[in-house]
């Protein structure tokens, strides 16, 4: 369960394209020409993804007018993205109470994000069909209709409505953002890059562009390219968090724990709400369960849990990590937790039922579950079914990893070959898959191909901290290895 739901994009997804849209109309209803000046000087900074300095010149302007409806709604859109979620409903409801009082335009956006929130894709479908044709000259009907499809990984569909709100507005920088991930999740990498570096031409000087990049430049295995992205991000602007915890996701994949803890040492720091820093703590401690430190990522979780019961991924990588140590106990007691407080949630809030992220991560729990009580065969049947729904890579990757570790302990290595293959074709330097790989083999008794793919990884880490856990365990591996190869070949 990632830490952004697909909802979540969804929604950011039609909140840039409102933005955009009325930035270029300039058809917003306010009685006050400088809460006028201060909206539009919001939206530039909204359109950089700069939410904590938007969220200030939208303040400003609600204050000089109280009933500018889209000054509101763009506060909304602020205050959730920052971690106020109360504050966000608040301006929210009132933004939409005062409907009656704006454009017909205005209020098809507002009807057209009431449905969005409430998850009810039918009707914004209907409502997006609706806007594009009574304003097909303007871009964010196609951007609505871009974010539905990509909610059921349609992306080629999403794609082909980028690509007409591009001809209707060859400036939208935001459109190549999101063409260069879509590109990426079916695998064009050439195709995403090429699109990243038009949305640098259009949007100079701004984090986004160079954090994007990042994000597909570690999903193919360039992590120092890509930290040298999200450095130029973070120089850009220090407050644009993404940068930062994508850069620790990077120095992770190099073992660079120091690094790591640099990074969201500085998250915390700079955090604007305690939700945001959960967050922050959440994704800390599924690093430190990739890095072996089970004890103090049990701890960093539990204490989110202490304070916010009811946060999903926490429970769920909480779950996760003792799925790595093999616990079926905890497992159990997680897991069932977790759906508990599911239920919980989805009743308070009904969009999350919606949520294809979610639900996959609660099937991923029955897999975990299956593995740890024996039941491997359901365990490798339900792997591969969600390697197969998931569309992201970097996210589908982790799903084969399981399918193949589960295929491996059922005895069909060749398959099990084939899925971290797979893997490898997409990000050669994934190390975990490369490390199961050497296991395989080792187990098949190809020393020499157990020692070639370890040594890969080797130089992976070549600059790893010494104390990173994984490290010292490849280096126990490899020297076991080639003790191994030494006896079969007395001679070398």
């Known amino acids: 369960m990632y830490r952004k739901f697909a909802l979540a994009l969804f929604l950011l997804l039609v909140i840039l394209s409102l933005v955009f849209a009325l930035k270029d109309d300039r058809e917003v209803t306010t009685s006050s020409a400088l809460a006028y000046s201060y909206y539009q000087e919001g939206i530039v ?24 409806v889209m000054a509101l709604c763009r506060l909304s859109g602020c205050y959730h993205q920052l971690g106020f979620r109360d504050k966000g409903k608040e301006a929210w409801e009132r933004a939409y109470s005062l409907k009656e009082q704006v454009s017909d335009r205005e209020q098809l956006l507002l009807d057209l994000w009431q449905a ?22 303007y871009r964010d009907g196609y951007s609505t209709l871009a974010g539905l499809e990509a909610r059921i990984d349609n992306y080629e569909a999403a794609i082909e409505y980028y690509l007409e709100a591009l001809a209707v507005d060859p400036g939208f920088a935001m459109a190549h ?28 000087n701004q984090a986004n562009p160079h954090d994007s990049r990042g994000e597909i430049l570690h999903a193919i295995g360039r992590y120092n390219e890509a930290i040298a992205e999200f450095r130029k991000a973070f120089n850009v602007n220090p407050d644009f968090a993404y940068a930062v915890e994508h850069m620790a996701d990077s120095y992770l994949a190099l073992g660079k724990k120091s690094q790591i803890d640099n990074c969201f040492g500085t998250l915390i720091d700079q955090s604007p709400s305690k939700r945001k820093r959960n967050d922050f703590y959440v994704h800390w401690g599924r690093t430190l369960s990739k890095q072996q430190e089970y004890d103090s990522a049990a701890a960093m979780f539990d204490n989110v849990l202490c304070g916010d019961p ?18 079926l106990k905890n497992v159990t007691i997680t897991f069932d937790s977790l759906r508990v407080v599911t ?40 792997f591969a079914q969600v390697a197969e729904e998931t569309g992201v890579p970097t996210a589908k ?25 797979k893997n490898l074709s997409t990000n050669p330097n994934e190390s ?61």
């Open 45 to 68: 900074l909204y359109e950089q993804l700069y939410f904590r300095e938007a969220c200030g010149y939208f303040e400003k302007a609600v204050r000089e007018d109280s009933n500018f």
């Open 116 to 137: 969005g929130d409430g998850a009810d894709t039918a009707a914004t479908r209907q409502l997006a069909e609706e806007y594009l044709e009574r304003y097909p000259d």
């Open 177 to 204: 953002n999101m063409l260069g991930y879509f590109n990426y999740y079916l695998g064009r990498y050439d195709d995403a890059l090429a699109h990243l570096e038009e949305y640098s031409r259009l949007a100079p």
């Open 310 to 327: 009811e946060n999903l991924n926490a429970l769920y990588y909480l779950g996760i990590n003792y799925y790595l140590q093999r616990d």
């Open 343 to 382: 239920d919980l949630r989805t009743e308070k809030e009904p969009a999350l039922k919606e949520s294809r992220e979610l639900k996959r991560a609660i099937t991923l729990t029955e897999a975990m579950t299956a593995d740890l009580s024996g039941e491997l065969e359901e365990s490798a049947r339900i």
């Open 397 to 421: 990757a982790g799903v084969r990893y399981c399918y193949a570790d589960v295929l491996w302990r059922l005895g069909d290595n060749d398959l099990a070959k084939s899925e971290l293959q």
């Open 432 to 492: 975990q898959s490369l490390r199961l790989l050497a296991d395989i083999f080792e187990s098949e008794g190809d020393y020499q191909s157990a020692l070639s793919y370890r040594e890969r990884v080797l130089e992976i880490w070549k600059d790893a901290d010494p104390d990173f856990k994984p490290l010292l365990q490849l280096k126990e591996k490899v020297a076991s290895i080639i003790a191994a190869l030494s006896q079969d070949n007395p001679r070398q």
